[in-house]
């Protein structure tokens, strides 16, 4: 078993030590290894059978990864890499596809229930490290990090095509559509809900208006992205038709002149649910491509809700509580 020094005197609480009865891993601190380095003085680290180590507090960077910026801690993402925030979304990523992490940074009290991960990523040469929760900020590029945050590759947006769609109809598989949300935050709590109520798929359109699965909306998704396929489409209004062709009921969301209910077609036709722009709505030529359009009932003092209120609004009554549809 490889040895780690302890923490220096008053470095860490005793409270806050990790209790080596328990059997607990917690991941070593200190500077980022590079991959392909073991950092035990050349030779390989044995895989932990019954780990009992203990975390460091950070310390000063080596190499040419300085502790104050690790590779990927500026606040502007690379192009090619997406940083996952919070607990659940790190564990959701990690039990979908652990080897898509390509580094990790944690505080101390989150690296406390990240043993299993931490064994993965040393095992698989992969950086982790504990860090400041100043680091850790800089790191994710926003204050509400979570406690943790796993870089990982973006995943690429696939294109739907009519086999494609044919196929979704053919199974009986609920279709979101987003007509330019743009606000990235309500795309994931868009993709959250969808999530929860076992929607396999959200189509984006290719507009520069439209939010994209970043930073910001996996961090609110929640891990909710793990659970989606994530499709694009040139025009939403096209789209709805070959929807509506391979026979979908094509429900728009309209903030007025839609139905206060929701009717049922006759039979069990697959759902498509579209909804609009936070500010516009369906644009014109969507909402006319649609088999109808349904408006939540309100008292009239406001004149809409959130469109994540919305989406979670009908997707409880289109999808969950309308037979057919589970």
């Given amino acids: 078993m490889p040895h780690f020094s302890k923490p220096g005197p008053g470095s860490l609480p005793a409270s806050s030590r990790p209790d080596p009865a328990a059997g607990e891993f917690v991941a070593p601190a200190g500077p980022p290894r590079p991959r392909g380095a073991s950092g035990y003085g050349g030779a390989k680290p044995p895989v932990p059978v019954?780990?009992?180590?203990?975390?460091?507090?950070?310390?000063?960077?080596s190499g040419n990864l300085p502790a104050s910026e690790p590779k990927g801690s500026r606040s502007g993402p690379a192009?090619?890499?997406l940083k996952l925030c919070g607990l659940a979304a790190v564990r959701a990523r990690f039990a979908r596809d652990p080897s898509s992490i390509q580094r990790l940074f944690f505080d101390y009290a989150t690296g406390r229930q990240i043993g299993v991960i931490c064994k993965v990523l040393a095992q698989?040469?992969?950086?982790?490290?504990?860090?400041?929760?100043?680091?850790?900020?800089?790191?994710?590029?926003?204050?509400?990090?979570?406690?943790?945050?796993?870089v990982?590759?973006?995943p690429a947006l696939r294109v739907a095509e009519a086999?494609?769609?044919?196929?979704w109809a053919k199974r009986g598989e609920a279709v979101l559509v987003l007509d330019r949300i743009g606000n990235a935050h309500n795309l994931g709590a868009i993709?959250?809900?969808?999530?929860?109520?076992?929607?396999?798929?959200?189509?984006l359109p290719e507009d520069a208006a439209a939010a994209r699965p970043t930073d910001a909306a996996h961090r609110?998704?929640?891990g909710g992205f793990e659970h989606l396929e994530v499709w694009q489409v040139k025009s939403l209004a096209t789209f709805a038709r070959e929807l509506t062709a391979a026979g979908y009921d094509v429900v728009g969301a309209a903030t007025r002149g839609g139905r206060p209910d929701t009717p049922r077609p006759a039979g069990r036709k697959p759902l498509a649910l579209l909804l609009g722009n936070e500010e516009h709505g369906l644009a014109?030529?969507?909402?006319?491509a649609c088999s109808r359009l349904v408006t939540i009932p309100g008292n009239g003092k406001i004149e809409s809700l959130n469109v994540s209120v919305a989406a979670a609004v009908l997707m409880w009554e289109l999808l969950v509580r309308a037979p057919g549809q589970r």
Avoid: M, N
């Fill in 163 to 167: 086999g494609d769609i044919r196929q």
């Fill in 284 to 288: 014109s030529e969507v909402a006319e």
């Fill in 220 to 222: 609110v998704a929640e």
């Fill in 79 to 81: 192009r090619d890499e």
């Fill in 191 to 203: 993709a959250r809900t969808a999530a929860f109520f076992g929607v396999p798929r959200l189509v």
């Fill in 50 to 61: 019954a780990p009992t180590l203990t975390a460091q507090r950070p310390l000063a960077g």
């Fill in 152 to 154: 990982v590759a973006p």
């Fill in 124 to 150: 698989a040469k992969k950086v982790y490290r504990c860090v400041e929760p100043a680091e850790l900020e800089k790191i994710a590029g926003s204050i509400h990090h979570g406690g943790i945050v796993a």
